[in-house]
Each structure stands twice: as C-alpha cells, then as structure tokens.
C-alpha cells in the first residue's frame, strides 16, 4: 500500500504562485503514474494533471493548462504541482494520487491512493 504526503499548500492572492509536493513510500514510485486531483467544497474530486511513470508525459484539466505545471523526481519517490497565476476558483484541498500503472490518464478510477490533501487558498 503506497503512501502519500502533500505538503506546499497555503493563502495566496489571485496571480500568485504556489508549488506542492508529494512524497511516497511503500512500493516502487518510478513504475506508476502519478497525478493532482483536487476538491472544492461541496464539489466532486477532479484529476487537474497526471505524468506518465518517466515524467515523459503529462496531462491537464482544460481549467489549468498553461498555468499549472506536474512533474516528478523518481530519485526522490516525490510530484510536484507548481501553480501560476493563480485563481480564487483554484482553491480547493489539493491531494497526491498514486496511479495504478504506467500510463498517464485523466481517468479519476486509474488512481487508487491519495495522501490526506493539502489546503490551498487563492484571495481575490
């Protein structure tokens, strides 16, 4: 069972940046995908960027393309999500999810685990 720690989240104003963090533990990271999903309150949880399991490939929400950038240091079993020009429909509890193959999707049912989240507020 793979674990997950976020870590990065906070206050920040609309146009600002934030980068989260991911680390995890508990079975071989350099082999899975990896994704962001996040959830606002009183709404569903929605992947917002997924990579592949060698950071070759990547994937996007529409809402965050070309703002929002995944990637992954498998030498450090960690993702990263840095986030620009940040928006107040971006705040949302942000979570780490770990895929259960290779390949990166969109699909919320390819990734079985996530970490506790991580809250992240954009003021206007």
């Known amino acids: 069972q793979v674990q997950l720690v976020e870590s990065g989240g906070g206050l920040v104003q609309a146009g600002g940046s934030l980068s989260l963090s991911c680390t995890a533990s508990?079975?071989?990271?350099?082999?899975?995908?990896m994704g962001w999903l996040r959830q606002a309150p009183g709404k569903a949880r929605d992947l917002v960027a997924t990579?592949?399991?060698?950071?070759?490939?990547?994937n996007y929400a529409e809402s965050v393309k070309g703002r929002f950038t995944i990637s992954r240091d498998n030498a450090r079993d960690a993702v990263y999500l840095q986030m620009n020009n940040l928006k107040p429909e971006d705040t949302a509890v942000y979570y780490c999810?770990?895929?259960?193959?290779?390949?990166?999707?969109?699909?919320?049912?390819?990734?079985?685990?996530w970490g506790q989240g991580t809250q992240v507020t954009v003021s206007s």
């Open positions: 999810a770990a895929g259960t193959w290779a390949l990166a999707t969109m699909d919320l049912a390819d990734y079985a685990s």
């Open positions: 508990g079975r071989t990271f350099g082999v899975y995908a």
């Open positions: 990579i592949n399991w060698s950071g070759t490939l990547t």
